[in-house]
Antibody, heavy 119, light 106 residues
Framework: EVQLVESGGGLVQPGGSLRLSCAASGFTFSSYEMNWVRQAPGKGLEWVSYISSSGSTIYYADSVKGRFTISRDNAKNSLYLQMNSLRAEDTAVYYC????????????WGQGTMVTVSS | SYELTQPLSVSVALGQTARITCGGNNIGSKNVHWYQQKPGQAPVLVIYRDSNRPSGIPERFSGSNSGNTATLTISRAQAGDEADYYCQVWDSSTAVFGGGTKLTVL
């Protein structure tokens, strides 16, 4: 079964750090571009970051640039998001999402992990 | 930055046709994708590249895209179609989502 499973969410104080992980299974992880998408409570979807299949190309939303770092380990079938200098507005469910080969839609999503930034 | 505009809410009577719009500057030149999200669940792709349905999505879901507006059409709406719907495009290596539309089936 094709699956993405996020972990690492939790409660963190403003200014703190957190590292999210996304474990992939059921497909050749190294062949796919990956993304992080977040959703604040009661709000819409917001794209956070993209990483190419090899990890050589990376993009970020302006709202997280300079604070978040996306990475991947194809040997471990895993995607990561290192989040530093966290703010209250970073509070959200964070989803990892696979970008379909050839087309540019998100075809597989994880179940999400909740990050709460609060003192 | 590129923006996508969706109505906050759309209501449709059971069995009737719902249309959810997604406005953007010259959106007709982009590939538009649509996702359905039910409470507490991850989004699910329902239309890709303007008008294509993934396997497992009912034929009642269709899409179009022209000019400055893309449209998701849900025919013969069912209670199970009640959800939030998001349009999405890529612009300058950035994924952009519309604000989302809450579909209510009356």
């Amino acid at each position: 079964e094709v699956q993405l499973v996020e972990s690492g969410g939790g409660l963190v104080q403003p200014g703190g750090s957190l590292r999210l992980s996304c474990a992939a299974s059921g497909f050749t992880f190294s062949s796919y571009e990956m993304n992080w998408v977040r959703q604040a409570p009661g709000k819409g979807l917001e794209w956070v970051s993209y990483i190419s299949s090899s990890g050589s190309t990376i993009y970020y939303a302006d709202s997280v640039k300079g604070r978040f770092t996306i990475s991947r380990d194809n040997a471990k079938n895993s995607l990561y998001l290192q989040m530093n200098s966290l703010r209250a507005e970073d509070t959200a469910v964070y989803y990892c999402a696979r970008r379909a080969v050839v087309n540019d839609f998100f075809d597989i999503w994880g179940q999400g992990t909740m990050v709460t930034v609060s003192s | 930055s590129y923006e996508l505009t969706q109505p906050l809410s759309v209501s449709v009577a059971l069995g009737q046709t719902a249309r959810i719009t997604c406005g953007g500057n010259n959106i007709g030149s982009k590939n538009v994708h649509w996702y359905q999200q039910k409470p507490g669940q991850a989004p699910v792709l329902v239309i890709y590249r303007d008008s294509n349905r993934p396997s497992g999505i009912p034929e009642r879901f269709s899409g179009s895209n022209s000019g400055n507006t893309a449209t998701l059409t849900i025919s013969r709406a069912q209670a199970g179609d009640e959800a939030d719907y998001y349009c999405q495009v890529w612009d300058s290596s950035t994924a952009v989502f519309g604000g989302g539309t809450k579909l209510t089936v009356l």
